[in-house]
């Protein structure tokens, strides 16, 4: 089985960014983590702060891996084309926040991701990523 993470912006600065709503671990080394705890899943990783590269990584995988497990970070909340991206593609993607984001601002209760996604887990930190990758299991 093959299964991708994307993480959106700034969540390259897991582990020092606002450690209160997002925790003190970076994210290779949780991710390091889950790998040596999957490890017959072929699992890869990919992050980017720009737009337009998540959607071209989200077509690139999305007619070929099992599963996509999507932070798209503040742009779940902004895009269109990321949203566009999630329903073009043939790849079941779970769409994953680390905070629970209706929890917070008002803005961060609205997702272009949802209405495509095959599932959404929200506001268990990383265990997030670990409980939407059990979902493909
Ligand atoms: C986030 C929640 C978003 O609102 C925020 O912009 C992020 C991270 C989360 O994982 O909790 O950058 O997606």
Not at 27 to 35: G, I
Not at 93 to 120: D, L, M, Y
């Amino acid at each position: 089985m093959k299964i991708i993470i994307i993480n959106g912006p700034n969540l390259n600065l897991l582990g020092k960014r606002e450690p209160d709503i997002y925790g003190d671990t970076t994210f290779e080394t949780f991710f390091d983590s889950l790998q040596n705890k999957y490890p017959n899943i072929t699992l890869h990783y990919y992050q980017s702060n720009v737009e337009g590269e998540l959607i071209n990584k989200i077509q690139e995988v999305g007619f070929d891996y099992d599963g996509i497990i999507l932070n798209a970070a503040a742009y779940t909340h902004t895009s269109v084309g990321i949203g566009d991206a999630v329903k073009a593609i043939t790849t079941p993607v779970i769409e994953v926040h680390i905070s629970n984001t209706f929890a917070r601002e008002t803005f961060r209760h609205q997702s272009f991701i949802s209405p495509n996604a095959k599932g959404i887990v929200i506001g268990f930190g990383l265990k997030s990523y670990e409980l939407a990758l059990q979902s493909f299991l």
